[in-house]
């Protein structure tokens, strides 16, 4: 193989390690953000350390997850659960700490969803 098609496959592999990377700080600072507004929506109280390493945990779940089809499910339940073990609750409330996370990216989708509609139909005429 030419030594600049080595080249661009290293630059390639470069950026989907970057995109990697990028994914999964943006997905410890929505779970920090969502652990955070979800244990006062349950209120229990927890020290900064502690919540940041159990959204340090479901981002990597979720990060690693999330390159599966259909992973963001299972990244789902697994960050119920990692919230059901680490603040020792009940399965309700391992889901009620995740609910603004769910809010948030039912959101998002709706709002994707919609630009994707308005550039079909502004693509169409």
């Known amino acids: 193989m030419h030594s600049n098609a080595m080249l661009g496959l290293g630059f390639l592999?470069?950026?989907v390690f970057a995109i990697i990377i990028f994914v999964f700080i943006v997905g410890l600072i929505l779970e920090l953000i969502n652990t955070f507004i979800g244990l006062k929506i349950v209120k229990i109280d927890s020290e900064f350390i502690e919540i940041l390493k159990v959204s340090s945990y479901k981002a990597v779940t979720n990060t690693i997850l999330g390159l599966l089809p259909f992973g963001f499910i299972l990244?789902?339940?697994?960050a119920i659960y990692i919230n059901k073990t680490f603040f020792d609750t009940d399965w309700k409330n391992g889901l009620?700490?995740?609910l603004p996370l769910l809010v948030l990216g039912?959101?998002?989708?709706?709002?994707?969803m919609l630009m994707m509609i308005f550039s079909f139909i502004a693509f169409a005429y």
Do not use: D, R, T
Not at 75 to 78: G, N, P
Not at 106 to 112: A, E, K, Y
């Open 13 to 15: 592999g470069f950026g």
């Open 75 to 78: 990244a789902f339940v697994v």
């Open 96 to 98: 009620l700490i995740e």
């Open 106 to 112: 039912l959101v998002i989708g709706l709002f994707f």
